[in-house]
């Protein structure tokens, strides 16, 4: 579900609003023989382990915030808008260009990126990079998509600078932003809870961040846990409603089957015959079509479970 952050309203200062800015920034900065070092290393790649870094890709749907579609892009290059409350933040290069994409990356880099948030020269990455969901991966599953990424064309584009006013672009505001609302992972599994639910919730809170996009945020751009799932309004000038997708009757999937989410996950029809629009249309055609049925299923069976919630429109 798309990484976009959910637009509120804010009545606080600039100093206070300043401790979330947006999106990913980079930080590809390397020293000459440390690239060289990363980029032999990364020559040779375990065909498997791209293989299954593929499925993970798709399952997060990395391409969409990461390819400039609108403006016929290269592939993964960067430099698509997301939209937020506070301007819009420019996605950036993870081609394996080692210059201005991850090429010279070390496998650290890459684990230290999506669990801690933190670029290879120490820099802040923002909440609208789902860091505080990849976070919950494996070092595996976080290794397996690197392998992936490695494998793909390289594409020598700088990243381009993000369309935000100051204070929303100082990563240094971050610092404050993690001390109150980051938790670095991995993801435990709940042992009184089947394998069937843990490979759902694995899904969900982690690899395909749902609640990324369905989970209102506070005036600081931190995910109201307490209202996890329960939808929410997305930013942008054509700005839709991220819907409610705990099993709540009224306005949540509380009347759906395991079966009508399967459903959807797989071809973006509702049990009433309609199909979901863009963003979702977008996710469901480029991530959860492609997983597994076994997947879908356990995505399913993990939202049925969660805490019914009243939506009040995001």
Not at 44 to 68: E, M, Q, S, W
Not at 174 to 189: C, I, K, N, Q
Request: hydrophobic share 40%; proline share 9%.
């Amino acid at each position: 579900m798309e990484r976009r952050l959910t637009k509120r309203r804010f009545g606080t200062s600039a100093a206070a609003l300043a401790l979330l800015a947006a999106l990913a920034g980079c930080g590809h900065e390397r020293p000459a023989d440390v690239a060289r070092q990363n980029e032999a290393a990364n020559a040779v790649i375990d065909p498997a382990a791209a293989r299954r870094g593929k499925y993970l890709f798709d399952a997060a749907n990395c391409a969409g915030c990461h390819t400039d579609t609108k403006h016929g892009g290269a592939r993964l290059a960067g430099g698509k808008a997301i939209d937020t409350p506070f301007g819009a933040y420019l996605s950036r290069n993870i081609t394996p260009d080692p210059t201005y994409g991850i090429g010279a990356w070390s496998d650290a880099d890459f684990l230290r990126a999506l669990r801690q948030g933190l670029s290879p020269s120490g820099a802040h990455y923002f909440p609208a990079f789902p860091f505080p969901s990849f976070t919950n991966m494996t070092d595996r599953d976080i290794l397996d998509i690197k392998a992936y990424l490695m494998r793909q064309a390289p594409v020598a584009q700088p990243d381009k600078p993000h369309e935000v006013p100051f204070p929303f672009d100082v990563r240094a505001t971050m610092v404050l932003w993690r001390a109150l609302y980051f938790t670095p992972g991995p993801l435990a599994p709940d042992p009184t809870e089947s394998a069937e639910w843990n490979r759902g919730a694995y899904l969900v809170k982690a690899v395909s961040h749902c609640g990324e996009c369905h989970t209102p945020r506070n005036f600081l751009g931190a995910p109201e846990q307490s209202r996890r799932f329960a939808g929410a309004r997305l930013a942008g000038p054509d700005a839709k409603r991220a819907p409610n997708i705990t099993p709540e009757p009224r306005d949540g999937i509380g009347g759906w089957s395991v079966d009508d989410i399967t459903t959807l996950l797989k071809t973006g029809m509702t049990p009433t015959g309609d199909f979901v629009a863009a963003p979702m249309s977008e996710v469901v055609d480029a991530g959860t079509a492609k997983l597994t049925e076994s997947d879908r299923r356990a995505i399913a069976v993990y939202l049925k479970s969660v805490p019914a919630q009243a939506g009040k429109g995001g």
